[in-house]
């Protein structure tokens, strides 16, 4: 089982930016990579999935805004997110796809989660 760190998580202002990364135990290079994140009180959320081809695709409430990418010889995904506003605080987790070459697309095909990360953006 992968494990994976996410790191880069803070307290900012509405407006700023805050880049976060997830580190891979292993290998992720033939994996699916997604971010999730959950406010308080609410369900977890998709932000985002990026491809093994390195497709993105984000969730209406973030596109635009927030932007993933993937170094896959450091085993590292990343989440920028920019313009950030008051609604976007939350732990933000990463997640693993179930299989190689396997698109997921329902929260429980991703089988490997970090342990989150919280950004707070606050005035």
């Known amino acids: 089982q992968v494990r994976l760190v996410e790191s880069g998580g803070g307290m900012v202002h509405p407006g700023d930016s805050l880049r976060l990364s997830c580190v891979a135990s292993?290998?992720?290079?033939?994996?699916?990579m997604g971010w999730f994140r959950q406010a308080p009180g609410k369900d977890r959320e998709w932000v985002g999935r990026?491809?093994?081809?390195?497709?993105?695709f984000y969730s209406d409430s973030v596109k635009g805004r927030f932007t993933i990418s993937r170094d896959d010889a450091k085993n590292t995904v990343y989440l920028q997110m920019d313009s950030l506003k008051l609604e976007d605080t939350a732990v933000y987790f990463c997640?693993?796809?179930?299989?190689?070459?396997?698109?997921?697309?329902?929260?429980?095909?991703?089988?490997?989660w970090g342990q989150g990360t919280q950004v707070t953006v606050s005035s």
């Open positions: 997640a693993r796809g179930r299989d190689h070459y396997y698109t997921p697309i329902r929260e429980s095909e991703y089988t490997s």
């Open positions: 292993g290998s992720i290079e033939t994996y699916d």
């Open positions: 990026i491809s093994i081809s390195t497709r993105t």
